[in-house]
């Protein structure tokens, strides 16, 4: 941290570094939605501004070197991408198609209203066009037998126009229930990708949440060592190896925000920090 470097900035002799565990030269894990972001943010900066940009912004020197890398895969177009990542872009892709689908399946339901609404328009011409052929039967029953009369002829074409419009009308209902249809099979559809967005959704959460809370963990028992050590090294030789042990490891205490805090419990991380950085002055004896 700020405060490690600069109490150790001064006059301090070279010692070599404590040893780390292994697993700090990991970083943690990241998401491909983080790597766009950042790239989003650095685009047109050097490797070196972009790893003091990740410097500033808390990232230890294992993340930042891991951002690089995952910054110069995305730009190739090689991301790659956490199981999370993956579930999400497929949630993503599941919720585009629900929404396709929803859209579809309103513009079907406009189209089979607007069929219906025509059906319904044809009865009045209909109806009238279904008296008009009765009115003839009946005079072609009176009157057909006459030569050289046109009551058949008229009945007819009264039958054909009835016909006509009647069929343009079942044509018009027969479209809105194939309209109806699907726009029922499509909205089926839109529900059931709908779930699975979101299924696929909290599955990859519950999967990010789980790799940084492993991370955060991970850094946590390395913070731990990396106190107790320094306690240590304060208790056999002050302050000054004590810093030089906090200063070497610093990015983990980076990872996790942990600081110097007087306001802490003594027994917590950033309570023993305290105590190592800025130790209280000893205590005068009684007769000094």
């Not at 405060?3 to 301090?12: D, F, G």
């Not at 099979?185 to 599955?203: C, F, G, I, S, Y």
Request: hydrophobic share 45%; with cysteine.
């Amino acid at each position: 941290s700020a405060c490690v470097h600069a109490m150790t900035s001064t006059t301090v002799t070279a010692q070599p570094p404590a040893a780390k565990p292994a697993f700090l030269s990991a970083s943690r894990a990241m998401s491909a939605s983080e790597v766009l972001a950042v790239q989003r943010q650095v685009e047109g900066l050097s490797d070196t501004s972009i790893a003091t940009w990740l410097g500033v912004r808390g990232y230890s020197s294992a993340d930042t070197q891991a951002m690089l890398s995952q910054l110069q895969a995305a730009k190739q177009g090689k991301l790659e991408m956490a199981p999370w990542d993956a579930d999400m872009k497929q949630a993503e892709g599941l919720m585009a198609a629900a929404n396709e689908s929803g859209a579809k399946a309103d513009a079907l339901r406009k189209e089979a209203q607007a069929a219906k609404d025509e059906a319904a328009r044809m009865e009045p011409a209909i109806k009238q066009t279904n008296d008009v052929m009765r009115e003839r039967q009946a005079a072609a029953d009176k009157w057909g037998w006459v030569p050289f009369t046109s009551k058949a002829t008229d009945l007819e074409k009264a039958k054909r126009e009835w016909a006509t419009l009647n069929s343009k009308k079942e044509d018009r209902l027969s479209a809105g229930e194939a309209a109806d249809a699907s726009a029922k099979t499509l909205r089926t559809e839109a529900v059931k990708d709908t779930l699975a967005a979101t299924t696929l959704k909290a599955q990859a959460l519950k999967s990010k949440s789980a790799a940084e809370s492993a991370d955060r963990a991970k850094y946590l028992m390395a913070a731990v060592a990396l106190i107790e050590e320094a306690e240590q090294a304060f208790v056999a030789g002050g302050k000054t190896p004590a810093l030089q042990i906090l200063a070497a490891s610093s990015s983990t205490l980076e990872v996790l925000n942990l600081k110097p805090d007087a306001r802490a419990s003594p027994g917590s991380l950033p309570g023993r920090l305290q105590a190592l950085v800025f130790p209280p002055p000893p205590k005068k004896s009684v007769g000094a």
